[in-house]
Nanobody, 130 residues
Framework: EAHFVESGGGLVQAGGSLRLSCVAS????????IGWYRQAPGKEREGVSW????????SYADSVKGRFTISSDIAENTVYLQMNNLGPDDTAVYYC???????????????????????WGRGTQVTVSA
């Protein structure tokens, strides 16, 4: 069974940066999609960024485009989320998740449902102070 451990969260001032890591185990990065999601207090979970291993495509929610960058180290089964120019609205618990056996573009997941992502990590807290 797929398992994730997210790390890298913390407290940062507005305008600062953090890099989140998601280390996967229990599966290898064959054809799959990895997504970063976040949930702020009192709000629904929202998708942030996605990476598809089949074509190495990436995609981003409009709210983070130009500020966040998703990347991967396939050999290390790790996906990263570099977050720059953070603001208080980015405060949330950040989760990574996987859609196994996916072949296609990461663009599919922008604004799309989360149902296809079968396995989720426990999350890492990101807090941005004003």
């Amino acid at each position: 069974e797929a398992h994730f451990v997210e790390s890298g969260g913390g407290l940062v001032q507005a305008g600062g940066s953090l890099r989140l890591s998601c280390v996967a185990s229990g599966f290898t990065f064959g054809n799959c999609a990895i997504g970063w999601y976040r949930q702020a207090p009192g709000k629904e979970r929202e998708g942030v960024s996605w990476f598809s291993t089949s074509d190495s495509s990436t995609s981003y929610a409009d709210s983070v485009k130009g500020r966040f960058t998703i990347s991967s180290d396939i050999a290390e089964n790790t996906v990263y989320l570099q977050m720059n120019n953070l603001g208080p609205d980015d405060t949330a618990v950040y989760y990574c998740a996987v859609f196994l056996m996916y072949v296609g573009s990461a663009n599919l997941f922008v604004g799309g449902p989360e149902d296809e992502f079968e396995y989720w990590g426990r999350g890492t807290q990101v807090t941005v102070s004003a």
